[in-house]
């Protein structure tokens, strides 16, 4: 009879350790992030630790990779058969693995519809669209691209805000005065990715692509060659010599030039004249950022935005109560005090996607952000129109990184800008070396 006990009484030991085991195990969580500075990451690991705190039933495993490694790491863990459940990344990678159908587009749809999709911008959306619908990813932030320009100087003159291409070219005509080391505009003439990005704007405003929809090669379109013989049209009025993201910014820091091609990573910098900073060109205009707005769209046949948007998207093959607690990650990392806070960790490089966000008084309650007041959510507009070379009517072309790697936009405006080419033979030229990079 004491033994029958005895194993009644092993039985029922087991069985509730088994039930406190279950009822306590935790269900963890990969995310992997490019923000691999170390203070960005400490931020990261801090929202985890909160996300873990209300959800007690997952843990989340914060693992920091190098952008250029994501495609090798992420190939190491499909042999491995071990994938994250949660990654943020850049629009071009995800875009690369929803086309080999590797993300989970189902739960990617889900977190964007409880966040609310009308509540994304929607050039934002579109840089991670799905061809066949839908969405790869869930735009999380990103920078924008366009003309910073001096509001007071143009006041003076008299002239239109430079959004378009006949005012743009104006302008720059007025304002050189290459005796007086003033310049009309920097953009990019150098063989460089500066160059490549201020030289795209053009591009995308006159409907002028790489690609055409089904993937061809046409750098050597008639409105290639147009925008090709404007840039060097515009590139007289910049100064001497190839020119690059340093000399715009150092050039418009110090008051040399009215007009100047950069990304809102320059946002930080127009407000250095608080610390006394010195440019390589001379100190900082008073007042800068009062005098400063940004022409984020630019339009001839039709407006156009660059820019560079990164997401976060959701791996197939996982198991059902990781997935549940990825998309329950996701929506925290896009919400509220939590979202703001990574947003913080680069303010002006980092912008929100979210309409309501970027009009949050607590997002605006930074140190770089609040010095430009209502221009900051201004600025976030620009993810409506947002595009880039490679994105041809949702369709992306991963074969770009063949002619980003070597330059050869670059490489072709120096072609006309210092060694004095025509257009039509720059962009056949451009033409030829692009198809060799792809061969």
């Known amino acids: 009879m004491k033994r029958k006990y005895l194993v009644l009484i092993s039985l029922v ?10 009822a306590f195990a935790k269900t963890e969580i990969e995310y992997w992030t490019t923000q691999t500075e170390q203070e960005r990451a400490e931020v990261i690991r801090d929202i985890a630790r909160r996300f873990e ?58 977190v964007i519809e ?12 579109q840089m991670l669209k799905n061809p066949e619908g839908g969405q790869f ?33 104006k302008a720059a ?5 290459p005796d007086q080391q003033e310049y009309g505009i920097v953009i990019g003439t150098n063989k460089d990715s500066y160059a490549r990005q201020t030289f795209t704007q053009y591009a995308l405003s006159n409907n002028a692509r790489i690609f055409d929809k089904d993937g061809n090669l046409v750098f050597n379109s008639p409105e290639m060659v147009e925008t090709l013989d404007y840039y060097n049209q515009l590139a007289q009025f910049t100064p001497p010599g190839p020119n690059g993201w340093r000399d715009a910014r150092d050039l ?11 990304s809102t990573y320059i946002m930080d910098d127009i407000g250095l004249e608080r610390t006394g900073y010195e440019g390589e060109k001379g100190s900082i205009v008073p007042n800068l950022v009062d005098k400063t707005a940004l022409a984020n769209k630019l339009t001839n046949k039709t407006s156009a935005t660059f820019g560079q948007i990164v997401g976060l998207t959701l791996f197939k093959g996982n198991e059902e109560a990781k997935m549940n607690g990825a998309k329950l990650l996701a929506q925290y990392l ?38 430009w007041g209502d221009k900051a959510a201004d600025i976030a507009q620009a993810f409506e129109n947002i595009g880039k070379f490679g994105y041809v ?17 670059g490489s072709t405006i120096m072609k006309m800008t210092e060694n004095g080419w025509e257009a039509e033979r720059a962009a056949e030229w451009g033409h030829e070396e692009m198809q060799d990079a792809l061969d």
């Open 13 to 22: 030991l087991v069985f509730t350790l088994a039930f406190s085991f279950n």
């Open 53 to 110: 705190e209300d959800n007690p039933n997952y843990t989340v495993n914060v693992v920091t990779v190098q952008e250029n490694d994501i495609p090798t790491k992420l190939a190491a863990g499909m042999a491995a058969n071990k994938l994250p459940e949660i990654v943020e990344m850049g629009a071009e990678n995800i875009l690369k693995l929803g086309a080999e159908g590797m993300i989970d587009t189902k739960s990617v749809n889900e």
């Open 114 to 125: 409880v966040i609310g999709r009308d509540d994304f911008y929607d050039g934002a959306l």
């Open 137 to 169: 990813g869930i735009p999380m932030h990103g920078w924008v691209q366009g003309i910073w320009y001096r509001t007071d100087l143009f006041e003076e003159k008299g002239l239109e805000p430079p959004t378009s291409w006949d005012n743009i070219l």
């Open 173 to 177: 005509e007025e304002f050189y005065n």
């Open 252 to 262: 418009y820091l110090a008051g040399r030039v009215p007009m100047m091609m950069y």
């Open 334 to 371: 896009m919400s509220d005090q939590q979202y703001i806070d990574y947003l913080h960790m680069a303010p002006g490089g980092m912008n929100p996607t979210r309409k309501s966000i970027a009009n949050d008084d607590r997002y605006l309650d930074n140190e770089v952000i609040e010095v």
């Open 393 to 409: 009517e949702g369709r992306v072309f991963p074969k770009i990184g063949n002619i980003t790697s070597q330059f050869i936009v």
